[in-house]
């Protein structure tokens, strides 16, 4: 098959092999760039509308005990400028961004052990008690089916947990030898089992990447069918051992975008800060490529900049809390509208 008739292929029947995924990536022009984005902004319409969801992202600590060859928040990173929120700073964080109204509130860390069952149970709680229109979604790591499980009778509605790449010798590549990739992915089937809104995802262009790499990581996606998925290119940070590995492509992030949203056409799809960050039309094209989430900011701005897992991370712009207004009038400008919304999976449609 050529590539368009993939693409079609995939459009319909939502499910392709792994070498079909690799055909389209090695094969891939621009006219196929630009074709999938029109398919998948299709799809994305007959569910979603113009609607356009954001969430408010909270970066809770820079503090983490991993040391990932490619994150600027790795332990072993000396240079990095270390804080840690407060259970009071985030609820108000959450306080601050209901008032400019986001229903959603995104707690982002590092593995930071200070953030244990009974403070993070209480803060979700507390949260849910001021608040109780507002979803929680929680991207704090690896932990135990028992402390999932805490946190979700607490009240957190969705986990995001990255399997950064689907292929066991590639993971080894980007992560020191206590990490596993089977303990990832383990975590990752129990949040299913518990009930939450699971959010997967890879960085596009990863050090070490291959194409066949790349095509596992979408066709995971694909048969896994997290309710969210993240993705973004790697971009390369000064203080990791990775720092002159090249950064992904906008294209290429583009291209996976498209793919995933063919592919499960329900899912919750960022445009990340990274692709933000790669160039500075990243968030419009992401959502012209079947995107459907925005996360702005809404870190404190005086830690922001220390959450630093990559060079030159956009945290302002459109990105940033302060400029919402701005962001809502990019996202009309094109055709779409950001919505007060909680956004959740759509289940039953």
């Known amino acids: 098959m050529e590539v368009l008739e993939l693409i079609d ?4 029947t939502h499910n392709i092999s792994a070498e079909e995924y690799e055909f389209i990536i090695s094969h891939a022009e621009q006219m196929h760039i630009d074709y999938a984005a029109k398919k998948a902004d299709h799809t994305r ?3 979603f509308g113009n609607k356009v969801f954001i969430r408010g992202l909270i970066e809770i600590s820079n503090c983490c005990k991993n040391n990932c060859f490619y994150c600027g928040i790795r332990r072993d990173n000396k240079n990095a400028i270390r804080y840690r929120l407060s259970p009071e700073e985030i609820l108000q964080c959450c306080k601050n961004g209901h008032e400019l109204g986001f229903r959603t509130f995104v707690l982002q860390g590092g593995e930071d052990s200070f953030y244990n069952d009974e403070i993070l149970c209480n803060l979700i709680e507390e949260i849910k008690k001021n608040m109780p229109d507002c979803a929680v979604a929680l991207s704090l790591g690896e932990r135990s089916i028992e402390s999932y499980s805490k946190l979700k009778t607490a009240g957190a509605d969705r986990y995001l947990l990255r399997q950064e790449t689907a292929t066991e010798e590639h ?13 990832r992915m383990k975590c990752l089937e129990n949040l299913k089992a518990l009930g939450y809104q699971t959010g997967a995802g890879f960085m596009v262009g990863s050090p070490f990447q291959t194409e066949e790499n790349l095509a596992r990581d979408l066709f995971f996606i694909q048969n896994f069918k997290p309710e969210m998925c993240g993705i973004g290119p790697f971009i390369p940070h000064m203080d990791t051992d990775y720092n002159n590995f090249p950064a992904g492509t906008l294209n290429q992030t583009l291209l996976c975008l498209s793919l995933i949203r063919l592919a499960n056409p329900k899912i919750l799809l960022p445009a990340t800060t990274a692709l933000a960050t790669i160039s500075s039309e990243g968030i419009p094209l992401g959502i012209k490529a079947g995107a459907n989430v925005v996360m702005p900011n809404l870190t404190p701005v005086s830690v922001r900049k220390n959450y630093s897992l990559y060079d030159r991370k956009a945290v302002t712009g459109n990105q940033a809390v302060e400029n919402i207004e701005i962001l809502k009038k990019q996202m009309k400008a094109i055709g779409y509208e950001v919505v007060v919304d909680r956004g959740d999976f759509l289940r039953n449609k």
Do not use: A, I
């Open 9 to 12: 292929k995939l459009q319909f």
């Open 45 to 47: 319409k007959e569910f």
């Open 171 to 183: 993971y080894q590549k980007l992560h020191p030898s206590e990490m596993s990739f089977s303990n």
